[in-house]
């Protein structure tokens, strides 16, 4: 089957670096997907590596190893507004490009 | 443009009873996806729309779930008979092409069975 896994908090001070891990066992792999979800909102598209390597967007990146199964996402310059839930979603082939999502991070700032 | 729209926003209803969940697509995306998020946990995949194709109906959790896509375009979530572990968000998405690699979410349908 298939599944994913990613720690269920972090806690980090405003300004400071943080990394998401998520870690996949998956068959046809595709690409792996990062979204944001704040509190009673809908989850936004932060980032996506289809290729093995870093992807970079502002004060997010991505990172993916596809031999490991294996990808993070890192926040610089974390600030106040970063706490939310972060999840990272798998898309493979089975026909047809379905997506599964992981459980989440719940991710806080502190000042 | 318009972003993924989703009605009711809001629907209570009582054990037993049929509701539908409207979708309305970014125009042009082709392909449209239904998750479900209990309160707290990560989004459960529920149906893939893409295209004119079969869709993949992989995670549709009973008989009770079905959907459609009228068009290719808006498409409705019915779930009969409710059962009170159906309470949860019911989120529509969709993405341009089949790639899926970055998906439009709406906000959502609160669904709580009494």
Redesign the interface.
Known sequence: GQSLEQPSEVTAVEGAIVQINCTYQTSGFY?L?W?QQHDG?????LS?N?LDGLEETGRFSSFLSRSDSYGYLLLQELQMKDSASY?C?V?FN???????????TRLFVKA | GAGVSQSPSNKVTEKGKDVELRCDPISGHTALYWYRQSLGQGLEFLIYFQGNSAPDKSGLPSDRFSAERTGGSVSTLTIQRTQQEDSAVYLCASSPGGSGAEQFFGPGTRLTVL
Do not use: L, Q, V
């Open positions: 690409g997907s979204y909102g809908a989850p936004t598209f996506y289809g999840f979603a898309r089975t026909g047809g490009f379905k997506t599964i999502f992981g459980a989440g």
